[in-house]
């Protein structure tokens, strides 16, 4: 006797973890957010295949393009349920580096990754990317929400910004021109920013012990969740006004000091950083008391109150810091001997 054929069990993408149809109505959601955020460049509408921008009002345009994310930043923002900040700290990272180069942002796309979409953490986290670019005028134009189950911890996500600017070629901001005796003026930050959250997260313990972040500090006002959640500063709005004054930037961010100031120097020069220059931020000072790290092994992570640097001719040093009311001068630039260090922090 023929034994009858054994029907195999049929499967679904969402029983695989991936529901289309809800990431269909997410989708929508999102594009609401993007579409507020339109300029006069867009030409196409969030969905097509390709994002469509027009370049316009530029006589030798350049392009400046970055690409970041916001690193361990998001399981702090997951363990609290507060999301939004996140979305504006993309943007804000993405647009201060280009605007070392002395760039205006013309467009962003983002990348929203989880193992199962959550649609309310999705949609704060656009809100927040929606804000910011409109803030600075940039549009939202693409991006990608990527479900992909088994490859994040449930309930965490990832976030990376892709921008590109414009500028006159005559314009570019590249260093070049920096010499011994400029000043190097800095604009504080907000706060960590986006950077040195891996060992935020260590000192405190918070991913075994998330309660920590509930922890009220005196110095802070407020607990130490909303202290490290605090959004990335833009500088975009005060700095690009006074660009033709400023001969270099440099963005605070992973590599702290050490790491990021020598990007936009010439090889013959040092830059001469006086640590006494500004008050240091409570937060650092908790963080390194708590965690018992050394004074180099924070400058070399955190960007310990300073979050971006310009440097100009110190002819021009004290209107600019008249026309940016929370600047200081925090150091010179030098000539650079045989085998010195590129920045000297003293």
């Given at each position: 006797?023929?034994?009858?054929?054994?029907?195999?069990?049929?499967?679904?993408?969402?029983?695989?973890?991936?529901?289309?149809?809800?990431?269909?109505?997410?989708?929508?959601?999102?594009?609401?957010?993007?579409?507020?955020?339109?300029?006069?460049?867009?030409?196409?509408?969030?969905?097509?295949?390709?994002?469509?921008?027009?370049?316009?009002?530029?006589?030798?345009?350049?392009?400046?393009?970055?690409?970041?994310?916001?690193?361990?930043?998001?399981?702090?923002?997951?363990?609290?349920g507060k999301h939004e900040g996140i979305g504006?700290?993309?943007?804000?990272?993405?647009?201060?580096?280009?605007?070392?180069?002395?760039?205006?942002?013309?467009?962003?796309?983002?990348?929203?990754?989880?193992?199962?979409?959550?649609?309310?953490?999705?949609?704060?986290?656009?809100?927040?990317?929606?804000?910011?670019?409109?803030?600075?005028?940039?549009?939202?134009?693409?991006?990608?929400?990527?479900?992909?189950?088994?490859?994040?911890?449930?309930?965490?996500?990832?976030?990376?910004?892709?921008?590109?600017?414009?500028?006159?070629?005559?314009?570019?901001?590249?260093?070049?021109?920096?010499?011994?005796?400029?000043?190097?003026?800095?604009?504080?930050?907000?706060?960590?920013?986006?950077?040195?959250?891996?060992?935020?997260?260590?000192?405190?313990?918070?991913?075994?012990?998330?309660?920590?972040?509930?922890?009220?500090?005196?110095?802070?006002?407020?607990?130490?969740?909303?202290?490290?959640?605090?959004?990335?500063?833009?500088?975009?709005?005060?700095?690009?006004?006074?660009?033709?004054?400023?001969?270099?930037?440099?963005?605070?961010?992973?590599?702290?000091?050490?790491?990021?100031?020598?990007?936009?120097?010439?090889?013959?020069?040092?830059?001469?950083?006086?640590k006494s220059s500004w008050e240091v931020p409570?937060?650092?000072?908790?963080?390194?008391?708590?965690?018992?790290?050394?004074?180099?092994?924070?400058?070399?992570?955190?960007?310990?109150?300073?979050?971006?640097?310009?440097?100009?001719?110190?002819?021009?040093?004290?209107?600019?810091?008249?026309?940016?009311?929370?600047?200081?001068?925090?150091?010179?630039?030098?000539?650079?001997?045989?085998?010195?260090?590129?920045?000297?922090?003293?």
């Open positions: 006797m023929v034994k009858p054929i054994k029907k195999a069990s049929q499967h679904t993408y969402r029983e695989a973890g991936v529901d289309i149809d809800a990431n269909d109505r997410l989708k929508e959601i999102i594009c609401q957010h993007a579409r507020t955020t339109f300029t006069g460049g867009v030409v196409s509408d969030i969905g097509f295949f390709g994002s469509l921008f027009e370049l316009k009002g530029y006589k030798q345009p350049i392009l400046i393009s970055s690409a970041d994310g916001v690193g361990t930043k998001i399981r702090i923002a997951c363990a609290l504006k700290d993309i943007v804000n990272h993405c647009v201060n580096d280009i605007l070392t180069c002395g760039a205006s942002p013309l467009f962003l796309l983002d990348y929203i990754a989880m193992s199962k979409m959550d649609a309310a953490v999705v949609a704060s986290v656009v809100k927040g990317i929606a804000e910011a670019c409109k803030d600075v005028g940039c549009a939202l134009i693409g991006g990608e929400t990527a479900e992909m189950p088994g490859t994040y911890p449930p309930g965490e996500y990832d976030l990376v910004g892709f921008i590109v600017g414009g500028i006159e070629k005559s314009q570019i901001k590249n260093g070049a021109s920096i010499v011994p005796g400029d000043v190097l003026i800095g604009l504080p930050s907000s706060g960590l920013h986006t950077n040195g959250y891996s060992l935020v997260r260590r000192v405190f313990n918070t991913d075994a012990n998330p309660s920590n972040l509930k922890r009220r500090y005196p110095q802070l006002g407020r607990t130490l969740g909303d202290a490290v959640l605090e959004p990335h500063r833009c500088y975009y709005r005060q700095v690009k006004p006074l660009l033709p004054k400023i001969k270099g930037l440099a963005h605070i961010t992973g590599g702290g000091f050490p790491g990021n100031l020598p990007r936009t120097l010439p090889k013959s020069v040092t830059a001469v950083v006086d409570p937060l650092f000072k908790i963080i390194q008391r708590t965690g018992n790290i050394a004074e180099e092994e924070m400058y070399r992570v955190f960007n310990m109150g300073i979050g971006m640097i310009l440097i100009c001719d110190p002819a021009d040093s004290s209107r600019l810091t008249k026309k940016l009311h929370d600047a200081v001068v925090i150091g010179e630039i030098t000539k650079r001997k045989s085998n010195e260090e590129r920045i000297r922090i003293v």
